[in-house]
């Protein structure tokens, strides 16, 4: 039996956990009737046959090692160095490495973008078993995918910080979190380290909705405010424009990012000092926590399972705290963004934060 | 309004998080016409009248706290200094506390001796919301107690920290993990931590089965491992006794825990040097992790509507990834333990774990 | 006995620490013979007159507690709402607040700047005791001040997990540390984490240098390569420019640090992907880390000695892992940059490192 | 040239970035001129013959991986199989292997014990360089040792968690730390997490004047009390003990450790409920804190110079914060224990804690 896996998108914690688990399962049913092969740098290493033979002991001592030991690479159709070829070419190059390498099985760790093309290959008829990896936590299907929680924990410790300084400067102070699209990492950091605003891309943001907040806060004595932005957060005005309009607006945007933007706005309103904390990939980066190394074990394992009982076409999932698969035609493409009139947006709310607007 | 609130049982993470949760709610939804009382130390406090009017400010900065500001006690029927009162007394005069403060409802944090106790109140006629704390995890009805996740932080982070000294030394070292009746603890903290042996109470063990684990691996060419033992572990022997042989032989075990026995049989079998790592109470100290901090803050909130909407007799749980009220009547001298077969304890087989048996 | 204690500049780690120190070591040494005032928000707070008496009970449970319980504010002639005044008049106001207050000492902690107008009170005749704070470690006369090994710990932890994703995407990181005129913190985090490339502000740097060193590397088959930069990095063309000119170099830079800059220097050269993280105000929020703690409380205490013994105008610090005075006027004004060709210079050379030259 | 390495005794924080210190500088200086030998387990390996050569590979990624990657071994004289061989036998083979290996330098981590037999091997003609390890700092010679601030660090987060849990239940608690002959370790931490009993070594405790510094902190109205212990303590009537009646007195102890016969004891006079935990040897596993990578590297890059400059017989030490050699012979076979008049012990009684006695 030979099975590649290849990791594939912005690199996160558990990624290492993830291969471990499934080749740990695979090694234990298997034996050496099993040949794992690494594909190097994700969907590059399968379009240019770039892949080579495992042995057990590499899967040794990754448990808690951040990053991902087989390299990644963004989208397979734009950093390849044959960036001239076109898809179709580029997607032959792949179901011909799968079909010389004679894959059993491609297990493929990464987020949205690829998931399309993970989906793509199962559509022409190759056997894909895929693992949610993101930070953002925007993967349909699927509650939760793994590095979200060690991200949460890494951006809730960069808000604990510059809270103490924000408490004793009397400032207010812009922690800019990752998510373009959903707002899952900044609205549970947010909560879980007491900030006082929540800005999320889901719900497009009023600077003096924000301004009116932190004046409340200072009548009541707290001259001091933490506000957490995701990095995709829009403004109202922003969320009534056209695409088109909406990209050329950002294009002339004379900040370095959204944060610096609203810091500008915040300050012309309240007059107050205001600072821009943005962590970056810090917050992608290191050991996955406990939790994720649990979650990438169990997904690891649930994939290994998959792959003896030849149920390919699915991403592992959890659901109900069950770990399931899921058809990649139902993920595929698909975005999970926070529900606006959710729980969690509610708890927020009732717990008196500005939500931004 | 006046609302009491207490916390029992033995302290863990995240209690304070909890209270400010179900206090910042209160005070954001009926302002100044609500005053929140605290009780000091548990059920002893409500025993005794022992409480005081709080204030906004009481419940600021100590989302991240380790303990409660409330202070605790254990059972309410042990640790009184009236330790002569007979338990119908100490019910009547918890009930007389009540009534004279006159709480519109009664909040209280705590395990499953707490629960019992908030049951028998409530089916006396008092006003009860509960919040499900137990760094064991073993409450009926909710998929997650909190304290439970900051609790295995620890635990897994002990372990790693055994695990460079084991393969340092080549020796066998035993973790002795908190949890008296359920292995949940032991359980997640064992894969998340990549231990090689796990013992939970729900699985009694053989030692040599463990024994032949152990050997297996050095044969392989590792020569150290990592037992992680649940403190409620028993042997088959044992399970196999009634419960008062169980009781006479463990009283007169000559070992202070059941890791000192265990090393003991596997240095016999073996002969392999055996290490044994108790990290106690560290495992219930000390500040919330950011899930605690985030789940404490949602079952706040859900206490604080269930207030709202009158809905007493309820704790707040977890299901789905939901929050829920859950009957007290249900929870009260319920168990919740690992199925000896569900997806954890297979997949921790699958990947080549020995669970002791 | 009165005694007035002020934190001035940006805050950092160990600040409530130290003042506690100061405190318990006053109360157990004086009783209740001795008052302690805090006073808001440094120099301002001297300024305006605003200050308050503290309890013993002030400085409980402050240990591990980030920022200043006192409030801080900028260098004195910069920040007040009083711009207008002249600095003679603003003098004048700090030595009339203490004669009225009519305190036995002033304890003051804090950075260059705070001991320029610290030496000023003392040579006008105020009985001041100082404490180093800074995490630049740039203070002249201590071998270390505190905050500096907390911020290095955070500094050390952010550059560790770039590490993996620099590995994982075969990228080039420059992690941008604070510093503005000295390297310490740049130098001492980029050993301890393993940094390829160290650029600080004592050794003005050649991006030829540094893109040849990053070559090297790819060459040797290590396709990443962290570079950690001071923020206060200058170039040889800058450092050969005169003070003048550099100021409008600056002025006219078209990137939002030097990080910025330099990545696009080695973009140009090498051709490779270079990202920035600036972790920013985060290094000096949050507790303070173990050594940090015994740090303040040894000059905490130290400075209570001196009070005691009347010994004012001078400044505690570690010297030869001792705890000695140093006169405030050998301090003020002059600072402690990283020699050039000392030890740990050399021993970064020395592992094959990339000193930017 | 051929260097041998090897760590020898308890395994602890910062070996590995030691010998990655020692071999990067090395390999820059001599490029492939020099051939590094590992050798196992420590003496055992020298003794056994058991060494292999190493490559510049296999010390990348391991500074901040705990243990050490050659494996250790306890006292060269104990735990050998060939345990009925005389000890000159043993040095015998000893010097055989290194001469037949034909090092040109053995470079050895260790403590106390390995440095006697370090200097043993340099009188009879070895060509020896040594690093100071232990967690202990109770090296002759060095200002730190390293794995001390790694220790440090748990130790003081030990007992932080123990805090808020002594805190919530009202409850004295000891924490036992390590070191039996030395009270460094316990002296820092207890400082740095603000314990408010510390017991070492040095000063034989009187359990009624730790008993009388708990009640007196009860009349203030702290019900709680942290007590951190040296696993060393001894009481006042052992320290008036010939050695002869100590060991046949502590033979007959009927606690597992010091720590329960101080509980028990206080116990009796205080009647307050008193726990016990013990962090045991988590204590010194793990990465490296970022302070002891630091010293790691200068000292592995120190030794590296020693070896270039044939300086041979000499331990790297930390005097006076610079990087300096010591001759073994006067570090072996001595003890640094903390002074009992020194400025750490006098500062922790002028904050008012109660030292023991």
Redesign the interface.
Known sequence: MKIGML?SG??CQG?NAALR?VA??L???FGTAVTIYGIR?GYRGLIEGDYHPMEPQDFSDI??????IL???RQPFKTMQQAEENEATKLEKMLDTCRRARFDCLVILGGNGTHKTANLLSEHGIPVVTLPKTIDNDLWGT?VTFGF?SA???A???I??????A????RV?IVEIMGHKAGWLTL??G????ADVIVIPEIPYDARAIAAAIQQRARGGKRFSIVAVAEGAISREEAAMSKKDFKAARAAMPY?SISYRLADELQKITSQEI????????Q???AP???D??LC??LG??A??LIREGKFGNMVAVQ????VPVPLKEVAGRLKTVPVDG??V??AR???LCMGD
Chains 1, 2, 3, 4 share one sequence.
Request: proline share 3%.
């Open positions: 990791t912005g690199d990624l688990g740990k399962a090694y234990q049913e740098d448990l808690t090692r951040g990053g991902t390299g990644t690479s509650q929680q949460m924990n890494i809730v410790e960069v604990d910080s510059i809270h103490s300084t408490f004793s400067h009397s102070f549970h950091a909560i879980a380290s007491g370095p600072r821009v904390t943005i962590p970056g990939h810090f992608r980066g290191g926590c406990a939790a190394r649990l074990t169990r394992v649930a290994a399972e109900n705290d069950r770990i729980e969690l509610r708890a009732e717990l008196g």
